[in-house]
C-alpha cells in the first residue's frame, strides 16, 4: 500500500510569503503528527492531531503556524508571513493511534525562504 | 532544554566491524525508546524499538541496548554494511503519550 506522501517536495518562497505544506497519511492511520529538521537539528515536534480531538499544539513555534486536518485525512500545514528561520525540513508521519505505535514518516517538504 | 541527546554527530566504520550509536536522554519518565533511520532527501524509516521493562533488545544485526540507571541506551550494528550509512535518530516517549522526542541524529558511514 502507498506510505505517506508530502507535497510539494521542495518550496522556494520570498520573506514574508504565506506558504502551505500537504500531508497525506497511510489509509486507515488516525493519528499524523508534523515535524520540523533546521540544519544540524533534530526533529522537532510541532503538531499533533488525533481522530476527532483537539490537536496537540504544543510545538508550533509562533502564531504564524497552523495546521488542520480536514475529514481525519489530508493535513495541511500553514506558515504564514515566512521569515527566513523557517527554512527547513517539515516531516509528516501518521500512525495507528494505538499507545507506543510506530510512526511512518513522508519524504519530507524542503522549504526556503529567501 | 534537549531531552534526548545524541553527542556524536558523526561516526565513520570500516565494513564488518560494529558500529556503536549513542544516545542519552535526561528525562526519567520516558519509557519508551526507538531508533530511526534516514537516508537523503527520503523520511526517517522506524530500525527497532525498546521498552524500559527491557534491557536489550534484538533484531538480525541491530541490536539496542538501554540503561537506565545512566539513562543511556546504544544501538549496535553488527556486522556494519554500507548499505547502513544513513543517519540515525533516536527517539522517546513518555508513559501514555504519543509524542516522540527526537535527538539531533548521528551520521553513520560505513566505508567499504
Known amino acids: 500500500g502507498a506510505g505517506v506522501s508530502q507535497s510539494p517536495s521542495n518550496k522556494v518562497t520570498e520573506k514574508g510569503k504565506d506558504v502551505e505544506l500537504r500531508c497525506d497519511p497511510i489509509?486507515?492511520?488516525?493519528?499524523l503528527y508534523w515535524y520540523r529538521q533546521s540544519l544540524g537539528q533534530g526533529l522537532e515536534f510541532l503538531i499533533y492531531f488525533q481522530g476527532n480531538s483537539a490537536p496537540d499544539k504544543s510545538g508550533l513555534p509562533s502564531d504564524r503556524f497552523s495546521a488542520e486536518r480536514t475529514g481525519g485525512s489530508v493535513s495541511t500545514l500553514t506558515i504564514q508571513r515566512t521569515q527566513q528561520e523557517d527554512s527547513a525540513v517539515y516531516l509528516c508521519?501518521?500512525?495507528?493511534?494505538?499507545?507506543?505505535?510506530?510512526?511512518?514518516f513522508g519524504p519530507g517538504t524542503r522549504l526556503l525562504v529567501l | 532544554d534537549q531531552q534526548v541527546k545524541q553527542n556524536s554527530p558523526s561516526l565513520s566504520v570500516q565494513e564488518g566491524r560494529i558500529s556503536i550509536l549513542n544516545c542519552d536522554y535526561t528525562n526519567s519518565m520516558f519509557d519508551y525508546f526507538l531508533w530511526y533511520k534516514k537516508y537523503p532527501a527520503e523520511g526517517p524509516t522506524f530500525l527497532i524499538s525498546?521498552?524500559?521493562?527491557?534491557d536489550k533488545n534484538e533484531d538480525g544485526r541491530f541490536t539496542v541496548f538501554l540503561n537506565k540507571s545512566a539513562k543511556h541506551l546504544s544501538l549496535h550494528i553488527v556486522p556494519s554494511q554500507p548499505g547502513d550509512s544513513a543517519v540515525y535518530f533516536c527517539a522517546a516517549s513518555e508513559a501514555g503519550t504519543y509524542k516522540y522526542i527526537f535527538g539531533t541524529g548521528t551520521r553513520l558511514k560505513v566505508l567499504a
Open positions: 525498546i521498552s524500559s521493562i527491557k
Open positions: 489509509s486507515g492511520h488516525t493519528a
Open positions: 508521519a501518521s500512525s495507528l493511534a494505538l499507545y507506543q505505535e510506530t510512526q511512518y
